[in-house]
Antibody, heavy 114, light 112 residues
Framework: EVQLQESGPGLVKPSQSLSLTCSVT????????WGWIRKFPGNKMEWMGY???????SYNPSLKSRISITRDTSKNQFFLQLNSVTTEDTATYYC????????WGQGVMVTVSS | DVVMTQTPVSLSLAIGQPASISCKSS???????????LNWILQRPGQSPKRLIY???KLYSEVPDRFSGSGSETEFTLKISRVEAEDLGVYYC?????????FGGGTKLELK
């Protein structure tokens, strides 16, 4: 069974970087696409970007140059880094597989606050 | 970006009643491949989103057949033939045809 699990700090200070890990079991990240999606307070969802089976990436232009998605194939993990965070980045962050999100992690709530 | 508009914002239904959720896109979601990448997901209270439907009408294997998806171009519908207690939560439509992928605002299904 494919399982994804996010991990990372739940509190980040403004202007610092948010770093999250998605650990995948039951499927290799060298196949398919692997993305990050966030849900803001109040239900709005935003697709942030993905890393492909080959390691290529695609990012939502709304995040400009703040976002980076990388991976460690030896650990079957992929990572999200979001720089220069503000309170508007407070959200629950999910990792998911594929273009249609056929598997999702449990999510990690991240609060940006001093 | 493609704007996805879901209606209604909330639904209050009794068990056994039918449900219908509309999702309209600001551009046609028919891709150059001839496929339409319109998905539906459900987020139950306290849980992560779960897959329901992909490419407009294709149900994932574990999804009960009381769910159905239809539509084309810019107008799509999710229907539940008879609502059950496990169906409560927030439903989202989500397009993957155009970059960047975008979501509808969500429809909250509550039980009456």
């Amino acid at each position: 069974e494919v399982q994804l699990q996010e991990s990372g700090p739940g509190l980040v200070k403004p202007s610092q970087s948010l770093s999250l890990t998605c650990s995948v079991t039951g499927y290799s990240i060298t196949s398919n696409y692997w993305g990050w999606i966030r849900k803001f307070p109040g239900n709005k969802m935003e697709w942030m970007g993905y890393i492909s089976y080959s390691g290529s990436t695609s990012y939502n232009p709304s995040l400009k140059s703040r976002i980076s998605i990388t991976r460690d194939t030896s650990k079957n993990q992929f990572f999200l880094q979001l720089n220069s965070v503000t309170t508007e980045d407070t959200a629950t962050y999910y990792c998911a597989r594929g273009y249609s999100g056929d598997y999702w992690g449990q999510g990690v709530m991240v609060t940006v606050s001093s | 970006d493609v704007v996805m508009t879901q209606t209604p914002v909330s639904l209050s239904l009794a068990i056994g009643q039918p449900a219908s959720i509309s999702c309209k896109s600001s551009q046609s979601l028919l891709g150059t491949s001839g496929k339409t990448f319109l998905n539906w997901i459900l987020q139950r209270p306290g849980q992560s989103p779960k897959r329901l439907i992909y490419q407009v009408s294709k149900l994932y294997s574990e999804v009960p057949d009381r769910f159905s998806g239809s539509g084309s171009e810019t107008e799509f519908t999710l229907k539940i033939s008879r609502v059950e207690a496990e169906d409560l939560g927030v439903y989202y439509c989500w397009q993957g045809t155009h970059f960047p992928q975008t979501f509808g605002g969500g429809t909250k299904l509550e039980l009456k």
